[in-house]
């Protein structure tokens, strides 16, 4: 990524940057509510108290973090659109999250290691998105990082914890794992928009840390005493807005209310 400057407020100036630009932050943002929303459908199920109260609290961070970026998002678009109407009132296709994060809640071993998978990456980014040319972005990274290390911490624990457990949380991890697998390159996947922001400054290059990404995964793997997968194909398509039959059932509950009662508000 480039050094730090401060992005020339021409750039915003051409439609076609900002345009990418909302795009880019769309990608950045759907990630955690989308996230964040699957993390709520646990509130009161987790296995016990404690991982209960953690898995609802992560749910939290990820819905703060993305209503700054969809704050952000409506004052670029300048006008009437609110972070409101952003997450609540578009259609399927208009999201841009991952297909990782839209994955279903199996059992709490395919929550941990769909969790950890995007814990990862999503620490990698926040620290290499503090040096953003754009400086609200740097800020927001800046303030996302401590949650970020506390989720990968916590995700990453229970990981080893199921992987070198008994013989099925063992099990049960290692079929969340091999089913999960095929869903991680596609955080690296570069979209127009990607390409763009990265271009300008604003956004880091993370197919420079994909290689770094995997390192640290698949040592986290064998020290759960896990076996890597080997895949030939990875599926992809949520960030051009192509996503799995899940997608239409979280949003029909998440826009539920929104669409409902009309101009209500966080």
Known sequence: MKP??????????????KQHLID?????????LILGQRLGELC?????????????????????????????IAQLKGD???????????????YK???????????????????????????????ALQQSADETLRALAFKGIKEASYHERFSGDWLKRFGD?????????????NDLWIYTDELFHKTDADRAMIEAGVAPDMLQLKEYYYEKVEEQL????????????FQKGGKQGIHSEHMGRILAEMQYMQRTYPNSRW
């Open 4 to 17: 730090i400057k401060e992005l020339n407020p021409q750039f915003l100036e051409s439609k076609e940057n």
């Open 24 to 32: 880019y932050l769309l990608g950045v943002a759907d990630n955690y």
């Open 44 to 72: 009161g199920h987790g296995p016990n108290l404690e991982p209960d109260i953690a898995i609802t609290n992560i749910s939290l961070d990820l819905l703060g973090q993305v209503r700054s970026y969809y704050q952000y």
């Open 80 to 94: 009437k659109t609110t972070e409101d109407d952003i997450a609540f009132l578009r259609k399927e296709r208009e």
């Open 97 to 127: 999250n991952v297909l990782l994060v839209e994955q279903l809640n199996t059992d709490f071993g395919y929550v941990i290691v769909r969790q950890y998978f995007f814990d990862v990456y999503n620490r990698l980014f926040l620290n």
């Open 165 to 177: 457990g008994t013989e099925e949380s063992h099990n049960r991890v290692q079929q969340a794992v």
């Open 222 to 233: 064998r020290t759960a005493t896990l076996d890597i997968p080997e895949v030939e194909y």
